[in-house]
């Protein structure tokens, strides 16, 4: 029914279900993860670009409050039947406006920026580290799951197999160690793709995107396996 929804012609088609990519290496430490997201964030460049045109701003105001006002212009004055033309300059000293009201709010706008661009560098930092300390954690329970759990599983269900051959076991009991074995398996699949999804979300972060652009969304909820880890007979 599913090649058939697909449009392909039945009897021709097949499906095959990749195997999981190799474990992912061990993740950058904490403090290099917050050093590459902060060197390497388009918003901290952003506002820092922001920052030195508000600086550029101040400059400019604080310049302007010291040098005199120079206006020019042309007048013409018609006298009967003659024209009078001329110019003139009128140049105003800065005794009482020097415009310090368009410095404060220049400095006013550079404490902003500088303000914002502290609380950013801050908050990637922070992000950084906790998608670095993610990863470590997702890649240490795929890691448990892959080398302990399921193996443990396995060698349960081919014990419970014997014993069933064996006549010492029911096929009820043989049954729940297979199903122990899926649990098992089912973690560690979880586990595998969490630790990809952190890995992700922190090369995200570390190519200077913005945490809004990685997912940044918590580890997902797997079934637990229905025995602990060290029980292997039954």
Known sequence: AFIRALGLPAGKSRFEVAALPEPLPPPLPAEAAEG??????????????LAESASRALTLAQTQGYLPEVTAGFHGQRDGTFWELGGHVAVSLPSF?????RALGAQSTLDLKRAQGMA???????????????LDGALERATLAREQLVPAREQALTEA????????????????????????????????????RADAALSLLVAGWSAEASDDRGPRETAAPSEP?????H
């Open 36 to 49: 590459a997201a902060v060197a390497q964030s388009l918003e901290l460049k952003a506002g820092l670009e």
């Open 97 to 101: 406006d020097r415009g310090q009201g």
């Open 120 to 134: 950013a560098r801050l908050r990637i930092a922070s992000q950084a580290r906790a998608a670095a300390v993610r």
């Open 161 to 196: 197999l014997a014993e069933y051959n064996a006549m010492a076991l029911g096929v009820f009991e043989l049954l729940a160690a297979h199903r122990a074995l899926t649990e098992a398996q089912l973690v560690s699949t979880e586990a595998t793709l969490e630790a990809w």
């Open 229 to 233: 880890l060290g029980a292997g007979g």
